[in-house]
Structure formats: structure tokens, C-alpha cells
């Protein structure tokens, strides 16, 4: 009889760094849960690429700022694919990008909204589930912050930095309270990596090439090179590894 495959929760798996998570998770022999906020189609083609490796992949539409939909997400998952061994909190925005002194509440808040109060309730949701006190499995977390955290992004978002120093936090403290509930927790802190986020979310069209200069190995991370440090974090191989948060940036 086939083993079970362990099943992995990606959110904002529609994209860029997720969709590159999703599809590696897949032939690495996960079954694979993405979420979604509004591009289904782009959901569509992840599962589809994911289903080719041969494993059992969905996408589940949802804002993972607001509770009852991260809530019913998780439930939907465990229904359709069994018990969730695996999460990665990625889903995230920027805002357009500026100065702090000219940024409206609304940006500063939809950021915190779903980068931080989102990947808490998703931690949450996560830790209740997996931890073995509570009749879960065990696994692991991998939270997404980003080289922002240290840097603090001025004149660009010091709100999103800010919003990534929190996941940082989160990352610490979550390691330590579940290091005997056989849940290990960790964040992979990506650098200038190649996907929508830089023109779409800080609406600043030409970032990419105008950043490139500042970092050290002169090239721009690619979504694989972060599923990567996610997939080993996720595996046994890291099994004695729990709060780390390892830069993914080129040496940023
Ligand atoms: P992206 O290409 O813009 O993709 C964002 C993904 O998140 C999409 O799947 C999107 O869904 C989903 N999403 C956005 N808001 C959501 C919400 N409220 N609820 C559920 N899903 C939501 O972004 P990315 O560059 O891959 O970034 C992924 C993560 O890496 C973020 O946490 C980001 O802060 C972090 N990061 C990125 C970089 C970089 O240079 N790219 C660097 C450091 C850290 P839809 O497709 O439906 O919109």
C-alpha cells in the first residue's frame, strides 16, 4: 500500500514566490493546497503543474486577513486532502511604495491587515493542528518575511518592513512555544526576487533594475531559488532546525 503523502498549505500560491513553492512541494512528493485572494485563473495553471508531478493538488479561494475565511480554508483543506503536515505563510502585499509622511491609513493598514494580523491567524490555525498535544501530527511552519525586516526600506515601506520584522518575531516565539509539539517553525527572508509584487504591489515599474546595483551578487533571486531554502527547511533534513530565519537575498 502507497504511504500517505504529506500535505502542504501555501498561501498565496496563485504567484511569484508561492506558485514556485507549490510546484516544487509537488515534485518533491507533497500533495499540495494553494490559496488564492482573486486570480483563479493563475491558481488554475499552479494546480494544474502541480497535478503533472502526480500528486493531489486544489486551490482554495480566500483573504487570509480576514479569520473566518482562513478558518474555513484549513477545514476545506483537511476534508479534501486529509490531515495538513505543512504551511507556509506567504501570502503578502507591499502597498505603493513611498515615503511613510506621505502614505495614506488605508495603505498602512491593508498591509498590516493581511501581512501580519493574516500570517498570524494562519500560524494560529497551523498550531492547532499540527501540534501532538492536541492530537495533530507535527510538521512545519515556514513563514515568509523578508530581507525588509533588517534593512527597513526607507522611502520605499517602512510599514511593510515593519510588517516583516513582526513575522520575524512571530517566528521566534511560535519555534519556542511548539518545540515539543513535534511542530518545528522557521521564516525564509527572501531578497529582490523576481515576480509581480515590484510593479503590481509597490506600482513602482523599473525596481528591479534600479535595485540590482545594491546587491552584492548583482542578479535578481528567482522564485525557485526561495522554494528551495523552503523545501529544505520543510524537510527532515532540517530536523533539528526550529526558529532560523534564513536570507535567501544574494548576500543583501
Ligand atoms: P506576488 O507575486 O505579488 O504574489 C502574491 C500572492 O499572495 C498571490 O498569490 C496573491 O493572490 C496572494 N495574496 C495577496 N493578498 C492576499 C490575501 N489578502 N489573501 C490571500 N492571498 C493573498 O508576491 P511575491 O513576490 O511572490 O511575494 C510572496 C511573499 O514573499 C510575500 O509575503 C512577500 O512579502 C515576500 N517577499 C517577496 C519578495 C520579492 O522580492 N518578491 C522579497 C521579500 C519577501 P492573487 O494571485 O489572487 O492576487
Redesign the pocket.
Known amino acids: 500500500m502507497q504511504a500517505k503523502r504529506p500535505v502542504v498549505l501555501i498561501?498565496?500560491?496563485?504567484?511569484?514566490?508561492?506558485?514556485a513553492i507549490a510546484q516544487l512541494a509537488a515534485a518533491r512528493g507533497y500533495d499540495v493546497a494553494?490559496?488564492?485572494?482573486?486570480?483563479?485563473a493563475?491558481?488554475d495553471e499552479v494546480i494544474e503543474i502541480c497535478r503533472a508531478a502526480g500528486v493531489e493538488a486544489l486551490a482554495f479561494q480566500?483573504?487570509?486577513?480576514l479569520e473566518a475565511?482562513v478558518l474555513r480554508i484549513f477545514d476545506e483543506v483537511e476534508e479534501r486532502l486529509g490531515p495538513i503536515s505543512h504551511v507556509v505563510n506567504?501570502?503578502?502585499?507591499?502597498g505603493k511604495s513611498g515615503k511613510l509622511a506621505e502614505t495614506s491609513a488605508e495603505t498602512i493598514q491593508t498591509c498590516i491587515d493581511?501581512?501580519v494580523t493574516?500570517a498570524i491567524y494562519v500560524a494560529r490555525e497551523a498550531a492547532r493542528r499540527l501540534s501532538q498535544s492536541r492530537g495533530g501530527q507535527g510538521g512545519s511552519i515556514i513563514n515568509?518575511?523578508?530581507?525588509?525586516a533588517v534593512l527597513g526600506s526607507p522611502n520605499e515601506y517602512v510599514w511593510?518592513a515593519a510588517s516583516?520584522g513582526a513575522i520575524d518575531s512571530l517566528t521566534v516565539g511560535l519555534a519556542r512555544e511548539l518545540a515539543t509539539e513535534g511542530v518545528r517553525v522557521n521564516a525564509v527572508?527572501?531578497?529582490?526576487?523576481?515576480?509581480?509584487?515590484?510593479e503590481?504591489?509597490t506600482q513602482d515599474v523599473g525596481r528591479l533594475q534600479r535595485l540590482l546595483p545594491f546587491i552584492p551578487m548583482k542578479r535578481i533571486?528567482e522564485?525557485q531559488e526561495?522554494a528551495e531554502a523552503v523545501l529544505f527547511l520543510m524537510s527532515d533534513a532540517a530536523s533539528y532546525i526550529t526558529g532560523a530565519i534564513l536570507p535567501v537575498t544574494g548576500g543583501r
Not at 11 to 19: N, P
Not at 62 to 65: H, I, L, R, S, T
Not at 90 to 94: D, F, S
Open positions: 498561501t498565496g500560491g496563485s504567484r511569484g514566490i508561492g506558485a494553494i490559496t488564492y485572494r482573486s486570480e483563479s493563475a491558481a480566500g483573504d487570509v486577513a475565511d506567504n501570502a503578502g502585499i507591499t493581511i501581512n493574516g515568509i518575511s523578508s530581507v525588509a511593510y516583516k527572508s527572501p531578497g529582490m526576487t523576481r515576480t509581480d509584487i515590484h503590481r504591489s533571486g522564485p526561495i
